[in-house]
């Protein structure tokens, strides 16, 4: 007795293909690009920052506004525009009770500009701006 098989050819070889190399491609490039993912974000965001005497470490704070020397801002490590950073500014104030921002600038940067930042989180809501200094060993 011949046995047939089912969805092939007369006499014909039946062909699957293989998807675990595909899988095992397709995970590794995951992992790769889970791990240069915060690389990538982290490098738009190189600041220097003013150096002072007195610089206080405030650990509870959790907004931060960072200014690059491309005035670009990052509002907690993502970047914003004009129009979006009141807008998630007051989405964070309504989830924290304290309206407190810590405004990380680059020294390089013109006073108007960071000044003009400072009353898009004013109008926003917030109570307090922090700014953000490194010390002579920490910069």
């Known amino acids: 007795m011949r046995r047939r098989r089912r969805n092939s050819s007369e006499g014909g070889v039946m062909s699957e293909i293989n998807i675990t ?12 690009f889970m791990i ?3 690389a990538i974000i982290s490098g738009g965001m190189s600041i220097k920052l003013p150096k002072a005497a007195a610089s206080s470490h405030t650990a509870s704070q959790k907004i931060t506004v960072t200014l690059n020397i491309q005035k670009k801002m990052f509002l ?4 914003v ?5 009141p ?3 007051n989405a964070l104030f309504y989830q924290n009770a304290e309206k407190q921002v ?4 680059d020294y390089r940067l ?6 003009h930042v400072f009353d898009l989180i004013k109008s926003a809501g917030a109570d307090k701006i922090l700014i953000g200094t490194g010390t002579e ?3």
């Open 87 to 89: 807008v998630r500014l």
């Open 81 to 85: 525009n004009d129009e979006q950073l």
């Open 102 to 105: 810590i405004v990380n600038a």
């Open 36 to 38: 240069t993912s915060p």
């Open 21 to 32: 190399p595909f899988t095992d491609v397709v995970l590794v490039l995951l992992i790769i």
């Open 137 to 139: 060993d920490n910069p």
């Open 110 to 115: 013109t006073h108007g500009w960071v000044v």
């Open 76 to 79: 907690n490590g993502q970047e």
